[in-house]
Structure formats: C-alpha cells, structure tokens
DNA sequence: ACAAAATTTGACTCTCAAGTCAAGAGTTGA
DNA sequence: TCAACTCTTGACTTGAGAGTCAAATTTTGT
C-alpha cells in the first residue's frame, strides 16, 4: 500500500552544500536584521548583501517570516555562545562573573547587532507564530543571568526584591544601550558601558 | 508697497472651532500610536477612529510625519502634566517622590499607552526631521526625575557611578514595564508595578 | 435666504515590498 | 557527453498605505 517514492533523495555532499548556503543567509540576514530591525530590512537588501535576486532566498524559505525567524535564531545561538565562552574562560564570585556578563553582553549589542536586542524584547513586532519560538530563545539566554544570580542570593552577596523583575530590567537597559552608547565618540564608549554595568549592579543589591 | 492681504482671516469663533478639530485629531493619534506604535499605525486606522476619511487628515495635516509628531507632542504633554500633578500632591524625602514619580510612570505607560515610551527612546523609528523634537520632549520629561535625583544626591541620601547612566537605565526598564506587565493577569499588575518601583530604587543606592 | 468660506469625501495615483513562477544557467553523476 | 537535478533569474502579480484633488457637502456671516 505505501506509495513508493518515486524521487531520489539528494546525496549528502549536495545537502551539506545547500546547508551551507541556508547558513551564509542566515548569516547575512542576521547582521542585517541586528543593525536595523526586522521591518526596516526587506528581502531585497538581505539578497543584495549576498549578491543575488529575492527570487533565490524564497527558494530556502517560503516566507519572510520563516527567513526572520529562522536568522534570529542563528543569531540567539552565537550570541549565547560567546557569553558562554566569556563565562568559561571568568573566574571568581559571581558578583565579579555577572558583571563581567553584563559588560561583555553590552558590548556585543553596542559593536556588533544594535538593534538586535529589541527584536527578542518586543513580541509585538512578531508575528504571533513565531512568538512562542522567540520566547524560548530569550529564556535560553536569560538563564546564563539568572543562574548567576540564584547563585549570589544563596551566597547572600546579593539581595533582591524579585529575581524576575531585576532580569527584566536589566534586559531593557542593556536593551537600550546601543542606541545611546552608539552616538557617543567611540573613544567614550567603553567608558559608557562600564558605567552601565557598574549601574545595573546596583540592582542586586538592594538598599541600605 | 506692501500689498493689501486680500483675503479675510478666519472668524475667532472659526479659528476656535478648527482647534478643538486638531485636538480630537491629536488625541485619537496619540492614542493609537501608544497603543501600537508608529508604524503599525495608518492614517486610515486614525480616520477610521474618528468616523471621517484619511482625506480630511490632509486637510489639517500634510504628512503622517507632521500629524505624528504633533501627537506625540500632545500625548508628551499630558504625560508630563501627570506626573507634574503627581509631584506637586506628593511631599517628602527625594526617596519617597523619586519612587512615587517610577510608580506613577509605570502605571501611565502599563494602563494608557503601552507602545508609547519606545517611541521616544527610539529615535530610529522616527524621519531625521522629527528626530531633535523628540529629544527634546525626552529632555524636558527626564529633567522631573534629574530634578529628584540631583536633590537626593545633594542631601546625601543617594549615591551613584553616573546620574546619565542611571537615567537611562531607569527609562529603558520603565519603557520595557508594559511589554511584561501588560501580560500579567490584572490582578497581579498592581504589584509587579511596586516591584519594579523597588528594584529601580536600588539605582540610586550604590552599594556597599 | 444666499454667497463665500470651511470642511469632507471618495476615487485616483504612486511607491514599495512581499510573494510567484516559467524559463534559463549551472551542477552532478552515470 | 547528456539527462536529470539544483539553483538563479527577472519579470510578473498583489496588496497596503501615503499622498492628491476636484467635486460635493456643510457652516458661516450678512
């Protein structure tokens, strides 16, 4: 009863070679969506940038949507990666540890995707199916934080009001950070992002 | 030499009434933009909210740019006035109407306008022309809590790294409030907004 | 009541970006 | 080499939203 399958699947060094080419998209649509934000980037600037035609990318993804998606999630991964690798090669008190992640998760935001961050804080530019699967990235990267977090209120180094409420507003302010960092001379950006890590470390330590 | 102006001005009873005409405008513009931001928003969706057709806007406005600028004016006005008002009814320490003046401003933006602060921290949204505008209108809304912030460190009840920082900082969590409380059940909304007043408050105490 | 002025309408143009697709160019493997 | 498959092209359709405007409607002042 099965039906055979008349049609050959592709041999795998075609496959690997078609993966290839998902992921230079990814890439390129990545930075491009980071730098200027999901509706401000059209297919046509993301072809551009890999000289080829629209026509091409809806070969690999059938949608705009899927495409978007699909580079945020590329994008998620590496990012989460380097904060891990940052994690790895820090040692100390997690006091030292998370303002170390704090500093290097801004600097990411502020040199290489400034408008990479509101595209995971704002559901709302979303369309509702891929909402979900951006959620999921968000609390991937918000467990490196609030991991470090628990583990200085175990300690009691630190002292919250509510671990939630400090993950979202340090998320919003780092968030933020970009568009005032990035108007700044870049010899006073380092100074600037010290400070903002210097600030939100003020928020695990409440009051006198 | 000077040429006789041929033309009558409008009667004051006229002026009055085209006004009124541009507030209703303003207002129903403003609303819609905080609810759902600028792009999202087309001059059909404010014509349709006001029972006329995009055409009359033309009549009063010459461009989306123009009526959105002018609304946003509008909804920074009334913002302002609020928490002007608020101040005004609320005596004592800089720490006790510093934390009123969050309070309040979370609830604005949670109840009232949730997609309206990203208009004003994100420059990006908006034409170059409108851009300087905007900052100002920031300016003048930032000067309330500069204004506290100044005094508490004067009394030396506060402490902090940089007083731009921590603006900012408080802004970009005060800005992204909406976006998680709107999620939350109604009744849970009255404390994660104290919640956020409290862990903000921590800015200003830098720690020990 | 009526002419002039103010306002509103709706049909129109323009532009931009998403999405489609048949035909052509390039690759692969026998 | 050649047939089958993979990929790319560019011209196309479609839809949404900004902006225009002459004509119709409403308001105003006399």
Known sequence: MGAVNGVKPP???????????IQEILTAAAELFGERGYDAVSLEHVAERLDVTKGSLYY????KDELGTAAIETLGDEWTARLEQL???????PEVRLRALIH??????????????RLFL??????????????????????????????GLA???????????VLQCMHAAMSQAPTWCGELPSAARGKAVDEVADTLMALVHIGP
């Open 155 to 165: 300690g009691g180094e630190f002292t919250v009001t509510s671990i939630d409420t």
């Open 122 to 151: 704002m559901p709302r530019e979303w369309p509702s199916a891929q909402r979900e699967r951006i959620k999921e990235l968000r609390l991937r990267h918000d467990s490196l934080f609030r991991a470090l977090i628990e583990e």
């Open 60 to 63: 690999y993804f059938s949608s």
């Open 87 to 93: 994690l790895e090669r820090t040692k100390g008190t």
């Open 11 to 21: 041999s795998e060094r075609v496959q690997r070679k078609r993966g290839k080419r």
């Open 104 to 117: 290097e998760h801004v600097t990411i935001a502020v040199n290489d995707y400034p408008a990479a961050l």
